[in-house]
């Protein structure tokens, strides 16, 4: 089994130079699914495993988040970054906690956002938000861990699309200590060549969530990590609710049709 420190180091130096795309398994089978397929990093889904629990995007306890961080962790020998939300907390030195918590549990990075899950202020203020991401910094120093910290601008995605307040914000978090920028549902080119032009040399992750844009494409705008967020979640759920709808509606098993056999499955989980 490869050490948390040997997992640190490797993540880094996949932020060193190109693109690399890090898929968001859910739980454990499909982390491993995802290894075997010879993906070099994967980064959790904080929406897809609380899909797994039957709760909404949100609902899941830090005491939970933790345990599913040590679970994909152990499961593969690659790299799991944290989809940590915002840390669970609101002022920095709960942010901190936090952080020193899912440092512990073997995983190579994390991401904290900005946004307060508030409809009528979505976002935290600036200077807040900048002292989440240096207690984050601090945390992660003090735990002696080296993980990679990624700081994320929400505003795309609560609907303040504000593309000179997300530069300001993630130049501003890099400057805090974040080592990698990240800026959910921007999804137009020039937008990406702005922020990653505004970011560097800090690399930039890039949430593909739709059909709208390719690795090499990305690669060539200077993005140098693709995430899908909660999608391959959303493609698995769609797929089996197709299947089960048709049984239920129809009483026929179209959707059973060349699947791979329990045999193949199993050799995949090393049967």
């Given amino acids: 089994m490869t050490s948390q420190s040997e997992k640190v180091e490797a993540f880094h130096r996949l932020?060193?130079?190109?693109c690399f795309v890090i898929p968001n398994p859910w739980d454990v089978g499909s982390a491993v699914v995802l290894e075997q397929m010879g993906f070099k990093?994967?980064?959790?889904?904080?929406?897809?495993?609380?899909?797994?629990?039957?709760?909404?995007?949100?609902?899941?306890?830090?005491?939970?988040?933790?345990?599913?961080?040590?679970?994909?962790?152990?499961?593969?020998?690659?790299?799991?970054?944290?989809?940590?939300?915002?840390?669970?907390?609101?002022?920095?030195?709960?942010?901190a906690e936090s952080v020193k918590l899912a440092a512990a549990t073997g995983i190579?990075?994390?991401?904290?956002?900005?946004?307060t899950r508030g409809a009528d202020e979505p976002l935290y203020p600036?200077?807040?938000?900048v002292e989440?991401?240096?207690?984050?910094?601090?945390?992660?120093?003090?735990?002696?861990?080296?993980?990679?910290?990624?700081?994320?601008?929400?505003?795309?995605?609560?609907?303040?699309?504000?593309?000179?307040?997300?530069?300001?914000?993630?130049?501003?978090?890099?400057?805090?200590?974040?080592d990698c920028l990240y800026a959910p549902f921007v999804d137009q080119p020039e937008q990406v060549s702005a922020i990653?032009?505004?970011?560097?040399?800090?690399?930039?992750?890039?949430?593909?969530?739709?059909?709208?844009?390719?690795?090499?494409?990305?690669?060539a705008l200077g993005v140098r990590r693709i995430s899908v967020g909660g999608s391959l979640a959303r493609v698995a759920q769609s797929a089996f609710a197709a299947a089960a709808q048709e049984i239920a509606d129809h009483g026929t098993f179209a959707g059973f049709a060349?699947?791979?056999?329990?045999a193949a499955v199993n050799a995949v989980y090393g049967g």
């Fill in 108 to 115: 190579a990075g994390l991401s904290i956002e900005d946004s």
């Fill in 196 to 219: 990653v032009a505004a970011a560097a040399p800090k690399p930039v992750n890039l949430l593909v969530h739709k059909p709208y844009i390719t690795v090499a494409e990305a690669a």
């Fill in 41 to 95: 990093a994967l980064a959790s889904t904080s929406a897809g495993f609380a899909w797994s629990l039957a709760r909404p995007d949100q609902g899941v306890e830090r005491a939970e988040m933790l345990e599913h961080l040590r679970e994909l962790a152990t499961a593969v020998d690659v790299p799991v970054s944290a989809d940590f939300e915002g840390g669970y907390a609101e002022d920095p030195d709960g942010v």
């Fill in 258 to 262: 060349d699947l791979p056999g329990n």
């Fill in 132 to 178: 989440r991401i240096r207690a984050a910094r601090r945390a992660i120093d003090e735990s002696g861990t080296g993980i990679l910290l990624t700081g994320r601008s929400e505003g795309f995605v609560v609907g303040r699309p504000d593309l000179d307040e997300t530069v300001r914000r993630l130049q501003a978090y890099a400057e805090a200590g974040a």
């Fill in 15 to 18: 932020h060193d130079a190109g």
């Fill in 126 to 129: 600036f200077d807040l938000a």
